[in-house]
């Protein structure tokens, strides 16, 4: 094959091996955004999960150091991500500050309670979870109430679910599309070379000899079109970030790395399975099938 490659005839095609290369990059450049899109909307619903509030308000009277206990006794639940204690007098702070007048002043006295925010992990900010939370805290003599919107937390849920379910049914269709893409892509290159095959064939290579040099292609216009693809990503989050600079808070460089593996992986698989369907379909006709 290398004979191939270097011959006159090999010349005549490798802007066609270029121009494959370019295409399956850009093949796969969609399933990498579409893949990038789909890890900043898990993360942005983790994000927004775990900013839900849960308020514990504790009972006047009740001792800081029993606060700090109950929360200390939060922080190791399964259920919750964070605590953070609210005293008396930082709660009129904040209120102070909302209001821009010093309401402690006017009445004489704080009429704020102590509270502890709890903010739950993504996996279980959902109504069940807390009224199940809710419930056992609801039993403890230091909670006065707990306070969380139920409403607010349906709604964050299910929308999420909705947008959810509309990228992965959007990323499905892509993908086949993208199948489809690079499997036409390459079959018209195979298509180049069916002479060639058929002429390796009459001479008495074995089919296996044939497949070879042909997938040994077909994996590398696949990594080469997953790196170009990789590259064009790593920009266009560069660019991303540069113009809507909150995106860093949804960064996770792990997952994205998994998503080039894929891009990269996808490439060579869909690459390698069309060249050799191609090439098979190829060794199984006849001569005179190859002019029609």
């Known amino acids: 094959m290398e004979e191939f490659e270097s011959s006159a005839y090999s010349k005549k095609t490798k802007p066609v091996y270029i121009s494959t290369v370019i295409s399956i990059a850009l093949v796969l450049l969609m399933i990498g955004l579409l893949g990038l899109i789909l890890v900043h909307a898990r993360n942005l619903s983790n994000y927004v999960k775990e900013n839900i509030v849960l308020n514990i308000i504790v009972n006047d009277g009740a001792k800081e150091v029993d606060i700090l206990a109950l929360q200390k006794q939060l922080d190791v639940n399964p259920f919750v991500l964070k605590t953070q204690y609210v005293s008396k007098e930082l709660?009129?702070?904040?209120?102070q500050k909302d209001l821009g007048e010093e309401f402690v002043q006017f009445l004489g006295y704080n009429p704020l309670l102590s509270s502890i925010d709890v903010y739950m992990k993504a996996d279980y900010a959902n109504n069940a979870s807390i009224e199940k939370l809710s419930g056992q805290l609801s039993k403890n003599t230091l909670v006065k109430e707990v306070i969380y919107q139920k409403s607010l937390i349906d709604m964050v849920?299910?929308?999420?679910?909705?947008?959810?379910?509309?990228?992965?049914?959007?990323?499905?269709i892509l993908m086949i599309i993208a199948v489809a893409l690079i499997n036409n892509t390459i079959r018209l290159v195979i298509y180049s070379q069916r002479f060639l095959i058929k002429s390796m064939q009459l001479v008495g290579a074995t089919k296996g000899f044939i497949r070879k040099p042909f997938i040994g292609y077909g994996l590398l216009h696949g990594f080469i079109g997953g790196l170009i693809a990789v590259i064009l990503l790593l920009l266009t989050l560069y660019v991303a970030q540069q113009q809507i600079?909150?995106?860093?808070?949804?960064?996770?460089?792990?997952?994205?790395?998994?998503?080039?593996?894929i891009v990269i992986g996808a490439g060579m698989l869909i690459s390698t399975m069309s060249t050799w369907f191609a090439v098979s379909k190829y060794l199984g006709l006849k001569i005179y099938d190859l002019y029609k």
């Not at 849920?157 to 499905?172: R, S, T």
């Not at 600079?245 to 593996?261: A, H, K, Q, R, S």
Request: glycine content about 6%; cysteine-free.
């Open 91 to 95: 709660a009129a702070r904040n209120l």
């Open 157 to 172: 849920n299910q929308n999420l679910k909705v947008i959810g379910f509309v990228i992965l049914a959007f990323a499905a």
């Open 245 to 261: 600079p909150e995106l860093v808070i949804l960064t996770n460089w792990f997952e994205f790395g998994i998503v080039f593996l």
